[in-house]
C-alpha cells in the first residue's frame, strides 16, 4: 500500500501541474475589420487571393491586428457599401468581440464615379456628380450610418468600436497630365470629403463610438504631394485614389491609437 502511494505521488505532481498550468497558445483578443476598400487595402496592389474583395497583408487592419496582439477576422471588402457591410459582414460579431472597426460611406455616395468624372479631360465637368454626393451625405447617409452602428452595438456589446473616416485627396496641385482635375474640382472634391468626414463623425459619436478623422494625418500626402499616401490615377484604375501601403501604416497609427483608448 505505502510503496503504491509513494509510486503515485510523481503522478499527482505532474497531473497538477497540466491543471494550472496556462495553454500554450491562447488566442488573442478578437478584432473585427468591416468596410469597404480603405479598410481592405485596395490601393496596396498585393492581395490574399482574387475573391474581388482585395483584403491586402498590407492594410491597415492586418496591421494592426498584429500590434494589438488581435486574432483578425477580415471582412471588409471591396466595393461594399453600407448594406452590404449590414447584411453580410457582421458574422463574426458577438459578446467576446474586444475590437471592431469600420469604414463605410463612399461606396454609397459613389466618391469614386465622381472623382473618375472629375478625371475626364474637357469638355467634361463633375459639379453636378459632386452637387448629387454632397446631396445623399446630407440626406441619405446618416440613416444608413445609424442602423449599422446600432447593429454593431446589439451584436458586440462590449467591444471597442473605432469607426474609420476617408481623406481629403487633393492639395490643389495638377500633376498628372492623363487626368486633369482642375484646382477648383480639387477645391470641391475635399469640401465634399469635409462633409462626409463631419456626417460620419457624428453618427458615431451619437452611438457612442470613436471616430478615426484621417484628414489631418493625411494633409501634406495627398495626390500630388511629395510624399503620397494616396494614389493617383493608376493601372488597373481600380487602385486609383486609394491609400498606398504608406497611407495604411498612417491609418494604423491613427486607428492603433483609438483602439487603444
Known sequence: MRASLR???PLLAALSLLLVAPPAHAAGPAYTALGDSYASGTGT????????CQRSPHAYPVLDAARLGATLAFAACAGAKVPDVLNGQLGSLNSITRYVTVSAGGNDIGWSSV??????PWPYTCWGDIDRAEAYIRDTLPGQLDQLYTRIRTLAPNARVVVVGYPRLFNGEECNAIARISPGEQAELNAAANLLASTISARAAARGFGFVDARGPFTGHAVCDDVEWINGTSYPIGESYHPNRSG???YANIV??????
Open 7 to 9: 509510486a503515485a505521488v
Open 45 to 52: 496592389r498585393e492581395y490574399y487571393d482574387d475573391s474581388g
Open 115 to 120: 472623382i473618375l468624372q472629375c478625371a475626364k
Open 248 to 250: 495604411h501604416v498612417g
Open 256 to 261: 492603433e491609437a483609438a483602439l487603444r483608448l
